[in-house]
């Protein structure tokens, strides 16, 4: 089965601008995760789909983040607009059933100069 | 407050050498236990996880880890490394009780493997 699949794998944008991050889950899995890594800091949650809808978004750092996930499939995280603080590696991941672990992208890397 | 603490920051290995890797986490109750391993240029793949039962948890790639209550432990072992294995591994931890299934990581340790 094709993974969890994520676009871009790099993404390096002014400050300001707006970003798109696209992940497609394998096909079936109803959750989805967005991560962060900030560098030199541990992983962080984002938030959490159940389908298209947001389960959890405790972990989202401020209104300028806005994560959907239309028609329960791929999900997008817009950043708008970016700041110096947003450069990260963000992961995405997707399971069916949260005892059989999360499957995880490549991540895309963002840096925002 | 919930952590998940990994003290080593990177390690260094001869290949063909015993690695165990730490991790100790402070959490209110047992949670959900998950190590996984980042190859350069690749997801995070799961090695092993634990939610009961059985202390001592067999994995992928050869690894094993071992939940320890009382010490609050779940190290990662592996009983001879290949070159192959140098990656950056991280230990994290998920409330066993509720929906809540956000994990919680540590730092990661990178470890490299020396021919």
């Known amino acids: 089965e094709a993974g969890v699949t994520q676009f871009p794998s790099h993404s390096v944008i002014e400050k300001g601008q707006t970003v798109t991050l696209r992940c497609d889950p394998i096909s079936g899995h109803d959750n989805l995760y967005w991560y962060r890594r900030v560098m030199g800091k541990e992983i962080k949650f984002l938030l959490h789909f159940v389908k298209e809808s947001k389960q959890d978004e405790s972990g989202m750092p401020n209104n300028r983040f806005l994560a959907e996930r239309t028609g329960g499939t791929y999900s997008t995280l817009k950043v708008q607009p970016a700041e110096l603080e947003d450069s990260g590696v963000y992961f995405c991941?997707?399971?069916?059933?949260?005892?059989?672990?999360?499957?995880f992208g490549s991540g895309t890397r963002l840096t925002v100069v | 407050a919930q952590s998940v603490t990994q003290p080593d920051i990177h390690i260094t290995v001869s290949e063909g050498a015993s690695l165990e890797l730490r991790c100790n986490y402070s959490y209110g109750a047992t949670p959900y236990l998950f190590w996984y391993v980042q190859s350069p240029g690749q997801g995070l793949q799961l090695l092993l996880k634990?939610?009961?039962?059985d202390t001592l948890v067999q994995g992928i790639k050869g690894f094993e880890a071992e939940f320890k209550r009382s010490q609050s432990s779940f190290n990662l072992r592996k009983p001879s490394v290949h070159w192959s294995d140098a990656a950056e591994y991280f230990c994290?931890?998920?409330?066993?009780?509720?929906?809540?299934?956000?994990?919680?990581w540590g730092l990661g340790t990178s470890l490299a493997v020396n021919p």
């Open positions: 994290a931890v998920a409330p066993s009780a509720g929906n809540n299934r956000k994990l919680i």
């Open positions: 991941a997707s399971s069916l059933k949260f005892r059989e672990g999360y499957t």
């Open positions: 634990y939610f009961s039962g």
